[in-house]
Each structure stands twice: as C-alpha cells, then as structure tokens.
C-alpha cells in the first residue's frame, strides 16, 4: 500500500482492489487503454514492475476479453479485464458470453461514470450496470470511491468476486462484471513496496443452491457408450475404462486417448449394427461436433445420462435426458462385467470397425512403400524414388492438413483449434493422443480465435513446467482470422509467445457449402452470403502486423514447417481446394 492516502479515491481503491485479487492467486490482467480506467491502469503497472502481476495491452476490447479467456483456460485461474466506459463494455460481450457457455473465469473492471453523470448524455456513458445479462455469474454496481474506506471495502468486494467467478454453491465458473465509478482525479501518482504475504479473506457469497444429485454409481446391464465432449476431461477415459465401455471422445474433450477410444464414432452412430444397439449413454462436456450424439440422446429406447461437476444449466438435447448427477462411477460389478465375454465383446467390436475406418481414411494418402528402397532391382527402387518425390510434391487437403498438424503435436505443446470445417475433420479422423487442446466451443463462434490462441500460449510458456517448452499452434480457416485480424497486433513491450497460426485458406466459408441448401440455392447468391468470398494477401497482412509468414501449399512445405516452427509469431497459409 501507498504511505497514504494519493489524493485520488479512484487509485487509492484500485490499489486496495488489485492488491486483494492477487491474494486471491489472481496473475493475469489484460487492459484495454481509457480515460475513465486510468487509476486501474497505472496500478497495474506498478504491481507488474513488483512482479506481482502480469499486464497484457492490448488497444481493442474484444480481443483482450478473448485474449483473457485464453489465459484463464491454461492457467485454470480468473483472468481480470479492465476496460473503460461506453462502447469499450460492450465489446467484451462475444467474450463474456463464450465464457459464460464455457464456465471460464473471468472478472470485468469495468470503469463507469459516477451517478452524477448518468442519464444526463454524459459522454461515452452507457447503462453498463447488468449488461451482459444473465451471462455474469456476479454483476455489482460500485459506486464511485470517496475515502479510506471505500479503499477497505475493496477488499471484500475482490473476495466476493472471486468465489462468484469459480464457482461458488455449485455454480459453474464463469464471468463476473465489476462496474466501477470513479469520480475525477481519476487517478494520481503511485509508488508502491512489495507488500507482505496476507492470507486472501474469503467472505460468504449467497448464490442459488441448484440441489441436483451429488454422485450416481452405475451398475452393469444396458450396452453403454461414454460420450465425451468438449471439456469432459480425464474422468470420462477413466470411466470408460474401468467398465470397458466404448468412449466417442471429441478431439477437444480432454479426454481423446486410451484403449476404449473408438475413431469414427460419428460413422458408427448412424449404422444400427453399432448406434442402433446402444442402450445406455453417459455424457461428459459439452458434445458440439456432431449431428449423431444429439440423435443419439434423443432415442426413445436409450437411456442417458448427464454428468456435469458443477453448472445450473445441462447439456440435454430435446429434453431426453433422464438422469443428471455432478459424478458418476463404475459399481464393482460393472468393473467386474468388463472382463465378461459379452463385454469384451462389445467393446471390441467398436474398437475394431474405428480402426477400419480409420485405416481406409488413410488408404488414400499413404506414403510410398519403404521396402522399394531397399530392391536390388535399380527400376523398383527409381519407381521408389518417383513415388516419394510425386507425395512430397501433393497439394495439401484438409485431411492431409489436420493429421500432420497433430502428428507434429506432443504433450508440452498446446493445440487451438478455431470453428470451422477443420476441426470437424479432425475428430472424424486423428488418433487419440492425451494432449491439451482447447477450442472455444462454448457458442462455437469464430470470435477472438487468435486472442483465445494467444492466451494460452501466453499462460503456458517461460514457467519451470515442461509445457513451457513447447509451441502452441492454432489451426482454422481463413475467415475466422480475419475475423480476428485486429488481434495479430501486439503492442510494442508486450511478450510474444511461441505462437503458430496455421490457416487453412479455401478462399472463404467451405463450410456452408456442406448445408442442405446448398444444392438448390443460386450458386451466386450463396456465394454472396454464406461462401463470403475473399482474396486477401496473407503474407502482406502478416508483414503488416510483424509476423512470421510461410506458404506450405505441398506435403513437404506443410512436414517442414511443422517440425521446424517459427520461435516467435508465426502464420503459415495453407491453400485448400474448395471442393
């Protein structure tokens, strides 16, 4: 704390309010510059010059609430977001709604103008109290700080937000707006000491009990499948495998690995020889990839069940859905059933068609035959040497695409992936591999893709972990990065991670063309409004914002810069046929 009072409420407050989040084990502050958010601003400063926070700036509210997102999913912990007054507020919402579906941390500082000034068009002033809506776990409207002991009530106030952001009465974690006012000076002049260790105060929050069922043991009998989806994580593969059931993991669940992982589940759902024998499902995370898990739940004659660790709201397409429970687990009996004939069985016959569909998905783009190599027939081992040469030479597709990127994928890495027809490929065909890879799937918008990316490479790099040693890739398509173009520019200071932004560039949204309507629609009108075609320079946009650019529009140009990234900011453009 400052020897005393500054002389302005606004940073005296701030201080009392930063200082208390960082007891609370707070790391991460993104700012957007204001006026109205100055006090919170330079105090942030100062915390980071002690090295008790890490400030990230970034000129455009959006990308630092997507940005913040991305932190706060690798770190695990609540990212806080300063902004000031006005339209700045606003334009955290993609983001505060992507967290709010996602369950991830998040605190907004948002700067206002005291009571006086509202309501009399007062510049850049907004109803901000309550914005985002039903979206904020916790939204209080502050008013503007007068004297000490405003400052002491800070304290609380920063507690308060905290057990609201990670879940307090079984709430899911999730976003929780701050709405400061401050009253001019607006900020003053600081120079704080490194304070002394404190214990965090942790004040009582009075949120809704939901009363769902606390935990459900599962018993042997139906045939049963565990659905993963994005977020399951780890216990769903733990479930599956103590009952031997067959998992159908998304690519982003957590939870992609393991003997009971079953490649192309989505082409079994729809056979009646595997789908159409289920008779039990249990669900995990947040299922987004597929038309055939919501069928699926959505059968008369399957029983399902929900588990989710904390939330008020289920995943329950139609309504189907029977059971709900916070944890589920196996009852010794179904651990035992897994070894059965019948069992096995089951569970075999999953794993053995995953794997043939897998295999002909390959069939396609083998690479030549080694053996050849090694022929003590000169004209076998030229046919060798032509064939190798002609599939270094063969234009990437997208199947080709996603399996290279996660072949070149390891446990210290971290894979992003944005919303678009390349994550759907993937987990229609890559392999399992426990791996963190995260995608914002909470409304599976093309938002703040890049911010999100940034984010976690950001919280997951220069620490002793040995995840810090790795590379974090983003993959997507062309779209959504100029969708999210604004966020290629950090500002000058600001630490550049190991970021490599892999764009598959089909020249628009592909996407659109797999709808129904595609087939009947005016080829020009649906360019016009859903292809949206586009013709950007990459490699100008890149050299603009003083990134890294690459062209990899072959298998060899894709393996070399896969395996040999850029070691800052990075974007490598990889053209895609249309189809």
């Known amino acids: 704390m400052p020897e005393g009072p500054t002389g302005s409420p606004a940073t005296d407050f701030s201080v009392a309010l930063l200082r208390a989040f960082v007891r609370h084990g707070v790391r991460h502050l993104v700012l957007s510059p204001g006026s109205r958010s100055q006090a919170l601003a330079l105090v942030a400063a100062e915390l980071e ?47 505060v709604l992507e967290a709010h579906h996602s369950g991830v941390p998040l605190v907004l500082l948002t700067a206002d103008r005291p009571e006086e000034l509202r309501g009399i068009r007062s510049n850049q002033t907004t109803a901000q109290p309550g914005i985002f809506g039903a979206a904020t776990r916790l939204s209080v409207d502050v008013p503007a700080p007068s004297d000490d002991d405003d400052a002491a009530s800070a304290v609380s106030l920063a507690g308060l937000a905290m057990q609201a952001a990670t879940g307090a009465a079984d709430r899911d974690p999730g976003p929780v707006q701050l709405n400061l006012a401050f009253r001019e000076p607006l900020s003053a002049h600081v120079r704080l000491e490194p304070a002394a260790a404190a214990p965090a105060e942790t004040p009582a929050v009075d949120l809704p009990e939901d009363g769902v069922l606390s935990s459900l043991t599962l018993e042997p009998g139906p045939r049963t499948v565990v659905v993963a989806g994005a977020g399951a994580g780890e ?17 982003t669940s957590g939870a992609r690995f393991g003997p009971n992982l079953i490649a192309g589940y989505r082409e079994l759902l729809q056979e009646p020889d595997w789908g159409g024998r289920i008779e039990r499902v249990v ?21 399902t069940i929900v588990v989710s660790p904390a939330g008020l709201e289920w995943y329950n397409p139609g309504h189907a859905a029977q059971q709900f429970a916070r944890a589920v687990s196996a009852s010794p009996a179904s651990v035992a059933e897994a070894g059965s004939r019948e069992a ?10 995953g794997r043939q569909l897998r295999d002909a998905l390959d069939a396609s783009e083998q690479p030549p035959d080694v053996e050849a190599a090694r ?113 290629l520019l950090l500002p000058a200071g600001e630490e550049r991670p190991r970021l490599q932004v892999i764009v598959g560039n089909d020249g628009g949204g592909t996407i659109f063309d797999s709808l129904e309507v595609a087939g009947t629609a005016p080829a020009a009108a649906m360019d016009r409004v859903l292809f949206t075609p586009q013709a950007v320079d990459l490699a100008a946009l ?29 974007i490598v453009e990889v053209p895609l046929a249309r189809d």
């Open 49 to 95: 010059r002690l090295g008790e926070l890490q400030l990230h700036v970034r000129v455009d509210e959006r990308g630092a609430g997507f940005l913040a997102l991305g932190l706060a999913v690798e770190s695990g912990a609540p990212t806080l977001v300063a902004t000031t007054s006005g339209t700045a507020v606003a334009n955290l919402h993609p983001a």
């Open 235 to 251: 216990d769903a593969e733990e479930l599956a495998r103590a009952a031997g059931w067959p998992l159908l993991a998304e690519v």
């Open 375 to 487: 022929s003590k027939d000169y004209r076998v081992r030229g046919g060798f040497a032509k064939a190798e040469l002609a599939a270094l030479r063969t234009p990437v597709t997208r199947g080709m695409l996603v399996d290279q990127v996660w072949r070149a994928s390891w446990p210290h890495d971290r894979l992003v992936f944005g919303a678009s027809r390349l994550i759907r490929e993937a987990d229609r065909r890559v392999p399992g591999k426990k791996m963190r890879v995260h995608a914002n799937r909470g409304l599976a918008g093309i938002d703040g893709t890049v911010a999100t990316a940034l984010g976690i490479a950001l919280a997951s790099q220069g620490g002793d972990d040995p995840a810090s040693t790795g590379v974090t890739r983003l993959l997507l398509g062309d779209l959504a990065l100029l969708h999210d173009a604004g966020s």
């Open 283 to 303: 669900v995990f995370g947040h299922p987004t990839l597929s038309r055939e898990v919501p069928a699926l739940i959505q059968r008369a004659d399957v029983e």
């Open 542 to 570: 890149a050299a603009a914002y003083g990134w890294e650019y690459t062209r990899a529009a072959t298998r060899s140009e894709l393996e070399r810069a896969l395996t040999a990234p850029h070691p800052g900011l990075s």
């Open 344 to 353: 096995r069985e089951w569970l075999g016959r999953w794993v053995v068609a």
